[in-house]
């Protein structure tokens, strides 16, 4: 089964960036349709960006013209640059991956461990 390893978290000042990676054990194209998600404290896990398998792209409304997915197929690995960002994008960010569903759910069956993203005003 296909492993992820998310990395690139951190703490920055609102309007800065962050650019978040996943790394997979499997290649992703064709095979996975793939996803951000994130949880806050207190909070339902929502999905925040989603790739299909075709490479076809889409975005929360909140996200959208500050956020971007990306995948490098011969690296087997799945970005979200985050631009602009806010002091309620402070989540764990987590990537997922499903083989099955045009588009990445919160029941899908392999996820990453996560990595934190802090956003201060």
């Known amino acids: 089964q296909v492993q992820l390893v998310e990395s690139g978290g951190g703490s920055v000042q609102s309007g800065g960036s962050l650019r978040l990676s996943c790394a997979s054990s499997e290649g992703m194209y064709g095979r996975y349709s793939m996803a951000w998600f994130r949880q806050a404290p207190g909070k339902e896990r929502e999905g925040v960006a989603w790739?299909?398998?075709?490479?076809?792209?889409s975005y929360r409304d909140s996200v959208k013209g500050r956020f971007t997915i990306s995948q490098d197929n011969p690296k087997n690995t799945l970005y979200l640059q985050m631009d602009m960002l806010k002091p309620e994008d402070t989540a764990m960010y987590y990537c997922?991956?499903?083989?099955?569903?045009?588009?990445?759910?919160?029941?899908?069956?392999?996820w990453g461990q996560g990595t934190q993203v802090t956003v201060s005003s």
């Open positions: 790739i299909d398998k075709r490479g076809t792209t």
């Open positions: 997922a991956a499903d083989p099955w569903l045009l588009w990445a759910q919160r029941n899908s069956p392999y």
